[in-house]
């Protein structure tokens, strides 16, 4: 392993490519015309120019940068191409390194379908009752009426929060099933929907995984992932508050189970449901690649996980000098995006002011962008991860807390001010929130 093409952009790109580097490695990015000036350019040894925006979801187009670069191993980083089977099997093909799971694996688990199944087969509860995808409005309503209402209907591929409804009564599941097929065909090519029991409160948790060449599944601390808006993540903590050790040990044993189940290999996450009224908990889904929140894992353990994943890919069985498997500490992320705080629709624009703590104590930044830069329409709207950390969570909360009221970013738009609200918040401060905080924090009185 030399040289690494990273097949990302933005903050997850300039992350990467600092360890690759670190690692005395070679690291190359790509970039299109509307990225030109973004710090992941600047980070990376080299920079291979992109036609289009676009090419970051096209295999063949992300192959020949990794030629042009002159790479042996490639990096996939999140989002765009990271969950997909066919480009890790044209990267093996062409006598590449990916850095992930293989192929198959990818396939069996990024399918949320195939995935419940796997859980179901090997005892973890699965909020489906074990029914596979449906392809047609009127199993649908057989299955919605089976499961019992109301019920979440999900693209089986994909992620990131897109494709997904909720039906309450019989007349919404046809109507939900069209909606959610609809966008899974247009967005990934699959029309299948995954039909599951809605929970009305709970609690979004995920175990991180590393799996070992030689087998071994090592499991970190649960990450909570409940303040979500458009079920898409804003703020992540870990360890998650309030768990009890029994639920916690359970989580672990499960996701250890999936990924031995399928030989699993490299960093992947397990995330579950947990219902907060019957203290059940439910398997959603796998997430074959590294995760956006994956920084506050480093921080509780002590891990670069980029390096690990680094050896994983060498084939190398090794547990990281000065990993620490019971967490130390306590952590937060939040998610910058350049939206509207209040709607939280997307408001892209020139950024004319740029002022992040980056020199505050206990404060990390992963920057995708800088001031005089310009967030595109083309892009998930994420601008940076700022992530805090403390001996405690009263203490990585307070820090978290002061790194938002001295934060400014002017021109697109930003949701600090929402972020503010958030940490705020009496559930947050008390540790006691659910995925209905968002919701119960910005409808009117």
């Not at 040894?45 to 191993?73: K, Q, W």
């Not at 690990?308 to 995006?337: M, N």
Request: glycine share 8%; net charge negative; charged share 25%.
């Amino acid at each position: 392993m030399k040289c690494v093409f990273i097949a990302n952009r933005g903050e997850i790109a300039a992350r990467i490519a600092a360890t690759v580097r670190a690692e005395g490695l070679r690291a190359v990015v790509a970039a299109p015309a509307c990225d030109a000036g973004l710090p992941y350019t600047a980070v990376a040894d080299e920079c291979v120019d992109l036609a289009s925006p676009r090419d970051f979801i096209s295999v063949e187009a992300m192959l020949e940068a990794a030629r042009t670069a002159g790479a042996d191993t490639v990096h996939p980083g999140y989002g765009f191409l990271s969950e997909d089977a066919r480009f890790a099997r044209a990267c093996t093909a062409a006598g590449l390194t990916f850095v992930g799971p293989d192929p198959a694996t990818i396939a069996l688990m990024g399918d949320k379908s195939s995935a419940c199944r796997v859980a179901h087969e090997h005892g973890v509860p699965v909020l489906s009752a074990g029914h596979d995808s449906v392809e047609d409005a009127d199993t649908a309503e057989a299955v919605a009426a089976e499961i019992g209402l109301p019920v979440m209907l999900k693209a089986v591929a994909g992620g990131g929060g897109m494709g997904m409804a909720v039906a309450r009564t019989p007349d919404e599941v046809a109507d939900a099933f069209r909606a959610v097929s609809s966008r899974g065909t247009s967005l990934y090519q699959d029309p299948r929907v995954l039909i599951e029991r809605w929970v009305e409160r709970a609690r979004h948790i995920e175990v991180q995984v590393m799996g070992l060449p030689d087998g071994r599944i090592v499991t970190m601390a649960p990450r909570d992932c409940s303040v979500q808006r458009r079920h898409q993540k804003v703020v992540e903590e870990t360890p998650a508050p309030g768990l009890t050790e029994e639920t916690a040990d359970r989580l672990a044993r499960w996701a250890t189970a999936l990924a031995t189940a399928v030989s699993y290999r490299g960093a992947g996450t397990v995330e579950f449901l947990l219902d907060t009224d019957s203290g059940e908990a439910f398997f959603l889904e796998m997430n074959t690649r590294l995760q956006v929140e994956h920084r506050i894992t480093e921080a509780v353990h002590t891990v670069d996980l980029v390096a690990w994943q680094l050896a994983v890919a060498r084939g190398e069985s090794v547990i990281p000098d000065g990993f620490t498997a019971e967490p130390a500490g306590h952590a937060f992320e939040l998610r910058i995006y350049a939206e509207d705080p209040v709607r939280f629709l997307p408001k892209p624009g020139r950024i004319t002011t740029w002022d992040l703590p980056v020199d505050m104590a206990g404060v990390l930044v992963d920057a995708g962008y800088a001031e005089g830069t310009e967030v595109t329409p083309f892009f998930d709207p994420l601008m940076a991860k700022l992530v805090t950390t403390g001996p405690d969570r009263a203490a990585a909360l307070r820090v978290a807390q002061e790194a938002v009221a001295v934060a400014r970013i002017e021109g697109p738009g930003q949701n600090l001010p929402f972020l503010a609200r958030v940490l705020q918040s009496a559930p947050m401060v008390e540790g006691r929130y659910d995925t209905g905080i968002v919701r119960d924090l910005t409808q009117p009185a």
